[in-house]
């Protein structure tokens, strides 16, 4: 019974803050979509994923300029070492020793038409400082839109759980 009363009560809530907001709000240009049937990607799914496998191929070349031109110099990253401002990151990247690397399973989520989230798996080999590099990791990279250019600002990593 509390469950229920708590369910109306949420319900009531968040749809009052709903009619609350202003109805003169500009209507949202129609995001990209994926069609149920088929998981189509669109031109710009696409123009995104190939814009991670470019950072992560500058990466492994421990190319700056490449790297610099797709990231936002403001850009946060966050793994299992904690917040890193990507700024240091292209910093050390001459630290960074990729042997091999792979992305699959990309997917595009749409926060809104000039905000997408590309999540992917990576696959690899390689150190970092003399360290290894986690085989396997679960990323997400936040794209946005800055003028007629997309840019990443946030990247997270998790890494696989070992099996």
């Given at each position: 019974m509390k469950k229920v009363v708590w369910t109306l009560g949420m319900l009531l809530l968040t749809g009052g803050m709903a009619s609350a907001q202003d109805t003169n709000e500009l209507v949202p240009t129609p995001l990209p979509y994926y069609d149920s049937a088929a998981q189509t990607q669109?031109?710009?799914?696409?123009?995104?994923?190939?814009?991670?496998?470019?950072?992560?191929?500058?990466?492994?070349?421990?190319?700056?300029?490449a790297f610099s031109a797709l990231v936002a110099p403001n850009a946060w990253s966050i793994d299992s070492a904690g917040l890193m401002k990507v700024s240091d990151f292209a910093a050390a990247?001459?630290?960074?020793?990729?042997?091999?690397?792979?992305?699959?399973?990309?997917?595009?989520?749409?926060?809104?038409a000039n905000t997408a989230i590309v999540t992917s798996k990576w696959t690899g080999s390689g150190t970092f400082q003399n360290q290894p590099v986690p085989g396997t990791t679960y990323a997400s990279t936040v794209w946005t839109k800055k003028g007629d250019k997309w840019v990443a600002v946030f990247h997270q990593e998790s890494e696989a759980a070992k099996k």
């Open positions: 669109t031109a710009l799914d696409r123009a995104l994923i190939a814009n991670e496998r470019k950072i992560n191929e500058a990466v492994a070349k421990g190319d700056k300029t990247l001459d630290q960074l020793k990729i042997q091999t690397w792979k992305l699959t399973d990309e997917k595009v989520s749409w926060v809104d």
